[in-house]
Nanobody, 120 residues
């Protein structure tokens, strides 16, 4: 069984920062491409950032220059550093991982989500 668990969400004022973490646990052989997504009330889930096994990154235009995705393969964990937060960044943030498990299968796994609220 493989699980992704997010942490680090919360309430922050506009202009503030938060760091989200997503830890993978279970029978893991390798974390492949990983990503962060978000879903605001009444809106569809959208891509925020992705990072490949080799460390190449991609960002939504709305977060470029403010958010940074990174990974620590030794800890099976990846991160989203969010700076200069805006009210429109308010959403539930989900991590997603393409993970090779100990049985030789590769699947996409989702975390349970963590709430980020940007408000004064």
């Amino acid at each position: 069984q493989v699980q992704l668990v997010e942490s680090g969400g919360g309430l922050v004022q506009p202009g503030g920062s938060l760091r989200l973490s997503c830890a993978a646990s279970g029978s893991i052989v390798r974390l492949n491409n990983m990503g962060w997504y978000r879903q605001a009330p009444g809106k569809q889930r959208e891509l925020v950032a992705t990072i490949t096994l080799g460390g190449s990154t991609n960002y939504a235009d709305s977060v470029k220059g403010r958010f940074t995705i990174s990974r620590d393969n030794s800890k099976n964990t990846f991160y989203l550093q969010m700076n200069s937060l805006k009210p429109e960044d308010t959403a539930v943030y989900y991590c997603k991982g393409n993970i090779a498990n100990a049985w030789g299968r590769t699947y996409d796994y989702w975390g349970q989500g963590t709430q980020v609220t940007v408000s004064s």
